[in-house]
Nanobody, 116 residues
């Protein structure tokens, strides 16, 4: 099983980034997918999730209206479009697969730094 995130980097406040997560080794289309982040010196924070069929999405309040989660089951890939980025969005962003009973598989994370 592999979840490989990419797309992180350094961006100025107000900028945008698009994170991707390439999945392999399991039936991606059968899993709900999440983005979870960890800011420096803080605990894990759930950001967003999307169900297996892409019909249902949820967002944490701090990112609502700025972030958009999506997935392409044909490409086994999860995305997170992040707009209007703020310094408080600085974190290591993880892609996580869930069968509905827990977080089953984690990626290694991609660093997002928002700074002028």
């Amino acid at each position: 099983v592999q979840l490989v995130e990419s797309g992180g980097g350094l961006v100025q406040p107000g900028g945008s980034l698009r994170l991707s997560c390439a999945a392999s080794g399991f039936t991606f289309s059968s899993y709900n997918m999440h983005w979870v982040r960890q800011a420096p010196g803080k605990g894990l924070e759930w950001v967003s999730n999307i169900n297996s069929g892409s019909a249902i999405t949820y967002y944490a309040d701090p990112v609502k209206g700025r972030f958009t989660i999506s997935r392409d089951n044909a490409k086994n890939t999860l995305y997170l479009q992040m707009n209007s980025l703020k310094p408080e969005d600085t974190a290591l962003y993880y892609c996580v697969a869930s069968d509905g009973r827990g977080y089953n598989y984690w990626g290694q994370g991609t660093q997002v730094t928002v700074s002028s």
